[in-house]
């Protein structure tokens, strides 16, 4: 069993970076791909970011290429994602979860989920 919670979400401006943090529970953090996804209002969720839990292979959706960073500390069981030059396309509520496969950009397949952080890009 695997317990997650995000934090670090917020308002920031056209162009502003954020640091999401993903606190999780549990011995084998390390042994989880940990994935950020978000979800805007009336669209489906929608993949972010993924890091393995073996090399630390890290994975984006197109539109954040460049401008997010996923990174893991597991020694604090957390998982960060770095977003920089935010756009208002963005605005989102983010969450981190956790998976056994070594790499998956689909929902279904993470079994564990935190609550959700709220992301907000003003223009």
């Known amino acids: 069993q695997v317990q997650l919670v995000e934090s670090g979400g917020g308002l920031v401006q056209t162009g502003g970076s954020l640091r999401l943090s993903c606190a999780a529970s549990g011995r084998t953090f390390s042994r989880y791909t940990m994935g950020w996804f978000r979800q805007a209002p009336g669209k489906e969720r929608e993949f972010v970011a993924s890091?393995?839990?073996?090399?630390?292979?890290?994975y984006y959706v197109d539109s954040v290429k460049g401008r997010f960073t996923i990174s893991r500390d597991n020694a604090k069981n957390t998982v960060y994602l770095q977003m920089n030059s935010l756009k208002p396309e963005d605005t989102a509520n983010y969450y981190c979860a956790a998976t056994n496969y070594m790499r998956s950009d689909y929902d279904v397949h993470y079994a564990y989920w935190g609550q959700g952080t709220q992301v907000t890009v003003s223009s």
């Open positions: 890091i393995s839990w073996n090399r630390g292979r890290t």
